[in-house]
């Protein structure tokens, strides 16, 4: 079988030299006979293409390629002031018969690693027809079949950028930094969700409050002088107390902090009254079975166990004893069951700055054994437990007396010492989610307007992989060889596929 399937790579790469000699006319025929033969092979081989080259040169020569091609025809015709119709229907045709193809083969293939390089190829294709919320159910489903894979978390920030989903964005670049297979390209798109910002301004309390917050980190990133940001923490408590803050939204807000403020000691002050903040309301909270708000305060205290920044964290005995002051007000005897998952690390799977270890675990069997909300409250209380024993209060009262408050440091959550201070993690010159939520209000939405697919930056995919952010679909021809008649009803993929494969059988 293994020689079957070298004899069958040699066919393909005589017919890509064919193709790079090839006119535009005979192009066409060669896309079609090489996307013809690479399904083949897939089809049959999934076993010998897990590594998603082959994958990969389907979608770049067969796809990608083509959509650049007619996407230019269209932008040429506007520049000439001439009617575009044509190509755009030429283009619409051609992502449509492409997203027919792809999920026949995501049909037939049970391969989780090619799996989810057709569905971020979906997702791309939904994109170019600006349906942004069917792209990022794809993307979706592709991080959850791949969890490793930095690139899926940057596509769906992509198109929570588009749609001006500032924080979701910003959490799914840095998902994308922090995944197992890094995808660098997202420091530069996450840079510029902060120039996004700038110009914004919102009348509606919650959302003020998220271009506030953003505003501050962003002076911090530019190590601009002390902020006083009582003010916004004061916002921030009221809206808490309103319930207009969903979990899942407050883990996100949590996890760009925590990357950002890994060398940066203003930062890491910011990440402690941001989760004070949060504890300070739940204390002031009538005691129930269930306590709202906590999952996100547990995984910032696992960020400073697993980092190794609990001498740190003693130097803030205030909030040391908010946690401590949280467990016994809520604290009860039952013992939680060691079997059950969090919500919060079904949505953290493949997240590099905490280890939960449930990456290769499979989504569907994370999703059906999750806790239920009152086992899920007595978990993690038991680790508010486990953190505040790690912490020796004597001994960081005692130091904490003796130091004088820093002038950067606006609340009493006072460092005895700075951290090193330098750049946003892999600096450029210049710094730019929602998937399933928690809940409903976990999304802020910033007047959105979409933007125009030809400004969106092209991203350089891993090997194997086109740019992601541009384009590519089946063969209609190059720019001369657009079928005279915009209405022909042949369709791309029954004429590029002989029976053996062809999706309308």
């Not at 959509?67 to 619409?92: H, T």
């Not at 803030?316 to 919500?343: G, I, R």
Request: aromatic letters at 10%; a negative charge.
């Amino acid at each position: 079988m293994e020689a079957e399937y070298k004899a069958a790579l040699n066919r393909i790469d005589v017919l890509e030299n064919q193709l790079s000699d090839a006119d535009s006319k005979n192009r066409y025929k060669i896309r079609e006979k090489l996307c013809e033969k690479i399904a083949e092979i897939v089809l049959k081989y999934p076993h010998f293409c897990v590594d998603g080259v082959l994958v990969g040169k389907l979608w770049t020569i067969c796809f990608y390629k083509r959509i650049g091609e007619l996407r230019l025809q269209v932008s040429k015709c506007k520049k000439k002031m001439k009617s575009a119709a044509a190509e755009e229907k030429a283009l619409q045709k051609f992502i449509g018969d492409g997203m027919i193809f792809f999920k026949f083969l995501l049909e037939r293939l049970e391969t989780p690693e090619i799996k989810y390089r057709l569905m971020l190829n979906l997702g791309d294709l939904c994109r170019y027809s600006s349906d942004n919320k069917k792209a990022e159910e794809f993307y979706l489903k592709a991080s959850n079949l791949a969890p490793k894979s930095g690139i899926c978390y940057n596509q769906i920030a992509v198109v929570n950028q588009l749609n001006k989903y500032y924080i979701n964005s910003l959490y799914y670049y840095v998902r994308a930094l922090t995944a197992t297979e890094k995808f660098e390209f997202a420091k530069s798109n996450m840079k510029r969700v902060f120039d996004d910002i700038r110009s914004q301004s919102e009348t509606e309390r919650t959302k003020q409050f998220i271009l506030d917050l953003l505003g501050i980190m962003e002076k911090y990133i530019k190590r601009e002088a002390a902020i006083d940001y009582r003010h916004v923490m004061k916002d921030f408590s009221d809206i808490l107390k309103s319930k207009n803050f969903g979990e899942f939204l407050l883990l996100k807000i949590n996890v760009v902090l925590m990357y950002l403020s890994s060398t940066n000691v203003d930062l890491f002050n910011l990440l402690i009254d941001f989760n004070g903040a949060i504890l300070d309301v739940i204390i002031s909270t009538e005691v129930k079975k269930i306590v709202k708000y906590l999952g996100p305060v547990v995984v910032f205290l696992d960020f400073i166990i697993q980092n190794n920044l609990v001498e740190k964290a003693e130097k803030y005995c205030n909030f040391v004893e908010k946690v401590k002051s949280v467990h016994k007000k809520y604290s009860v005897s039952s013992e939680a069951p060691t079997n059950l998952f969090l919500k919060e690390h079904l949505h953290l799977r493949g997240f590099g700055l905490i280890g939960y270890k449930l990456d290769d675990l499979e989504y569907e069997f994370v999703l059906k054994n999750l806790a239920s909300e009152e086992v899920s409250t007595v978990i993690r209380l038991n680790r508010l437990k486990n953190f505040y024993t790690l912490i020796n209060l004597e001994d960081s009262l005692a130091v904490e007396m003796d130091i004088s408050p820093k002038e950067h440091v606006i609340f009493d959550n006072k460092p005895v010492e700075s951290m090193d201070v330098d750049k946003i993690p892999g600096e450029t010159k210049d710094p730019v989610g929602d998937d399933e939520s928690f809940e409903d209000d976990d999304v802020i939405v910033f007047k959105p307007e979409q933007q125009p697919l030809q400004q969106q930056k092209i991203i350089s995919p891993p090997p194997g992989f086109a740019p992601i952010t541009t384009i590519n679909p089946f063969l209609l021809q190059p720019e001369d060889d657009i079928p005279a008649n915009p209405e022909d009803p042949m369709n791309v993929v029954g004429m590029l596929f002989g029976g053996s494969i062809n999706p309308f059988i």
